[in-house]
């Protein structure tokens, strides 16, 4: 058996033969075609077979909550918390996985449909037994150190709003680098973000300032504070960013609740100097603002 192939050979072989006949160009497709060749091949070439196909482009969709009071006099943390899905198959997968997982703990203590199952209205054993079922999602997290917060954000509402809304969009950049370096997301195959965010008190205005913000970060890109540098955007075909704030209770909105678990998971190890438990956590990025 031949050890390597090169490019000329690679043009003369046929797509379907590689990864099933009439088989489009997926992310599946790609890693089917990367074992079909030894690893002498090189990354221009895989690359370059791909190129040749037109791109589908895939929507990410992320659910968030959060976790405690952002009030440094009363409280010594702060979170946020959510789950990242890639494309409108994941997220119709997960939500009937959520819906089944739910279905069970309802079946289990007598809860009626209307009953809202959340970190604050269910026992531990099935906050960690839901916790569990999101072990092969991906989700992300930060945790706020309250008192090593500068004063002068405590100084208006609208000052501690656009800190949240800063730290909030770091954690998913963040999240979203870590799975783009692990090549599960492909950067220029993202055009649509979806941010279904759990509705609280924050202002009509500090709604779209929010949308704002992370439109700058993932669509445009951004400056540093006196211009001599430029971020560029980490999805370079990103047509648009949408922000929902969702009422978790709704039954279309199961996901928004699947985040409170989440924010709550981070939030609980934390408060309780177990930190050292969420390193342990499969598919979680989260990191710590101050």
């Given at each position: 058996?031949?050890?390597?192939?090169?490019?000329?050979?690679?043009?003369?072989?046929?797509?379907?033969?590689?990864?099933?006949?009439?088989?489009?160009?997926?992310?599946?497709?790609?890693?089917?075609?990367?074992?079909?060749?030894?690893?002498?091949?090189?990354?221009?070439?895989?690359?370059?077979?791909?190129?040749?196909?037109?791109?589908?482009?895939?929507?990410?969709?992320?659910?968030?909550?959060?976790?405690?009071?952002?009030?440094?006099?009363?409280?010594?943390?702060?979170?946020?918390?959510g789950?990242?899905?890639?494309?409108?198959?994941?997220?119709?997968?997960?939500?009937?996985?959520?819906?089944?997982?739910?279905?069970?703990?309802?079946?289990?203590?007598?809860?009626?449909?209307?009953?809202?199952?959340?970190?604050?209205?269910?026992?531990?054993?099935?906050?960690?037994?839901?916790?569990?079922?999101?072990?092969?999602?991906?989700?992300?997290?930060?945790?706020?150190?309250?008192?090593?917060?500068?004063?002068?954000?405590?100084?208006?509402?609208?000052?501690?709003q656009?800190?949240?809304?800063?730290?909030?969009?770091?954690?998913?950049?963040?999240?979203?680098?870590?799975?783009?370096?692990?090549?599960?997301?492909?950067?220029?195959?993202?055009?649509?973000?979806?941010?279904?965010?759990?509705?609280?008190?924050?202002?009509?205005?500090?709604r779209y300032?929010?949308?704002?913000?992370?439109?700058?970060?993932?669509k445009?890109?951004?400056?540093?504070?006196?211009?001599?540098?430029?971020?560029?955007?980490?999805?370079?075909?990103?047509?648009?960013?949408?922000?929902?704030?969702c009422?978790?209770?709704?039954?279309?909105?199961?996901?928004?609740?699947?985040?409170d678990?989440?924010?709550?998971?981070?939030?609980?190890?934390?408060v309780?100097?177990?930190?050292?438990?969420?390193?342990k956590?499969?598919?979680?990025?989260?990191i710590?603002?101050?």
């Amino acid at each position: 058996m031949e050890k390597c192939i090169n490019i000329d050979k690679i043009s003369f072989l046929s797509y379907n033969n590689i990864v099933g006949r009439d088989t489009l160009y997926t992310r599946a497709t790609e890693l089917t075609f990367k074992r079909r060749f030894p690893s002498s091949v090189t990354g221009t070439t895989v690359w370059w077979f791909f190129l040749q196909r037109k791109i589908l482009y895939e929507h990410l969709y992320l659910f968030s909550d959060e976790s405690g009071v952002f009030d440094y006099i009363h409280n010594n943390f702060f979170v946020y918390g959510g789950i990242i899905l890639i494309g409108e198959q994941e997220k119709t997968d997960w939500t009937r996985k959520y819906a089944h997982v739910e279905s069970v703990i309802r079946k289990n203590h007598n809860y009626s449909n209307n009953y809202e199952i959340k970190a604050t209205t269910i026992n531990n054993t099935d906050k960690n037994k839901i916790f569990r079922s999101l072990n092969q999602c991906h989700k992300f997290g930060v945790i706020i150190d309250e008192q090593r917060v500068i004063k002068n954000i405590w100084s208006s509402k609208k000052d501690k709003q656009r800190y949240l809304d800063f730290v909030y969009k770091i954690s998913v950049k963040r999240a979203l680098q870590d799975l783009i370096s692990e090549a599960v997301i492909i950067p220029n195959e993202i055009d649509r973000l979806y941010f279904y965010v759990d509705e609280h008190t924050t202002a009509t205005n500090g709604r779209y300032e929010l949308r704002e913000s992370l439109e700058q970060e993932f669509k445009y890109g951004t400056y540093n504070l006196n211009y001599s540098s430029f971020f560029p955007p980490i999805f370079p075909d990103l047509k648009d960013v949408c922000v929902e704030f969702c009422d978790s209770s709704a039954p279309n909105r199961r996901l928004v609740r699947a985040a409170d678990i989440v924010a709550n998971k981070i939030y609980s190890s934390i408060v309780n100097g177990k930190e050292e438990l969420l390193l342990k956590v499969k598919n979680l990025t989260y990191i710590r603002q101050s």
